[in-house]
């Protein structure tokens, strides 16, 4: 073989090799820029992630939402700013006892249980009108929502009647149908219902039941927790007693009157004065 050919076989062989180099070397570029990209799409993905998250975060849940809400739907048998004044008994009763209550609240059950029947009396005989305020914040402790939807059906069931109404509120504080005060369970249309359908004016009521289920009085719920939140009469808690803008309290300690004999005694003292 001559150098010649030796040389351009030589020649030949180098320029397959930088060939072979250059075309080698323009994929392992592309696949920087794939993984440059990649890296890219999953960091603004990523972001984008976290943006929505935020935005979720700081999107107002459904009640919170219907917190301030200019129309609200009042139920019958109410007066006063978005129909959060409620006022049960007869036109001849001279005093009202306002009473502060929270749906979940197992103390009002408690009270309910022991105490609603004469209080249920003392209203048919005139001696005095309730004016109902209904609280929400055992759901705020226990980030919950039955509180709401129980006194949003309370509202339903008041715009039957003022006795369906209190029966309704009786048998869901009663002792087979309350639920522990952990336990959510009123945030259930379907429980609220059933419980519901023990009470003669709203068994089967579809009006009631269409109500409870499309959130109708949701939002006066929502005003009706405001005006527990922002009362004047010094109530932070529940069940609460006041008449003539004065608590009404069973001892010293400020405790509520939890049986017959104490509720009889600080009301008929109120009622006196």
């Not at 943006?51 to 459904?62: D, E, I, L, S």
């Not at 129909?83 to 007869?90: C, E, L, Y």
């Not at 305020?133 to 129980?150: E, L, M, P, Y």
Request: overall charge positive; hydrophobic content about 35%; aromatic content about 8%.
């Amino acid at each position: 073989m001559s150098k010649r050919n030796s040389q351009a076989s030589k020649s030949a062989a180098r320029e397959r090799l930088r060939q072979e180099r250059e075309r080698q070397a323009k994929r392992d570029r592309a696949k920087r820029q794939a993984i440059v990209a990649g890296s890219v799409v999953a960091v603004l993905a990523a972001a984008g992630g976290i943006g929505y998250a935020v935005v979720q975060m700081n999107k107002p849940g459904y009640w919170e939402g219907l917190k301030d809400a200019s129309k609200v739907v009042t139920p019958a048998n109410t007066t006063g700013a978005k129909g959060t004044t409620v006022v049960i008994g007869k036109d001849t009763a001279k005093k009202t006892l306002k009473v502060y209550e929270d749906p979940r609240c197992p103390v009002c059950a408690q009270f309910e249980q022991t105490v609603g029947t004469t209080v249920k009396k003392d209203i048919d005989d005139g001696k005095f009108k309730i004016q109902f305020v209904g609280a929400t914040f055992i759901d705020n402790h226990d980030n919950g929502v039955g509180s709401k939807n129980a006194l949003s059906a309370l509202g339903a069931a008041l715009n039957v009647s003022p006795e369906a109404f209190l029966e309704y509120k009786s048998a869901l504080y009663s002792a087979k149908w309350h639920p522990q005060e952990t336990t959510d369970t009123f945030k259930s249309d379907a429980y609220l219902i059933k419980v519901a359908n023990t009470v003669p004016a709203l068994k089967n009521n579809s009006g009631f039941q269409n109500a409870v289920k499309k959130g109708t009085y949701d939002a006066w719920a929502m005003a009706m927790s405001k005006t527990f939140d922002t009362n004047k009469d010094g109530v932070t808690g529940t069940p609460s007693f006041v008449m003539d803008g004065k608590k009404l309290t069973a001892d010293a300690q400020g405790n509520a009157p939890m049986t017959v004999a104490d509720f009889d005694r600080v009301v008929d003292a109120a009622l006196k004065g």
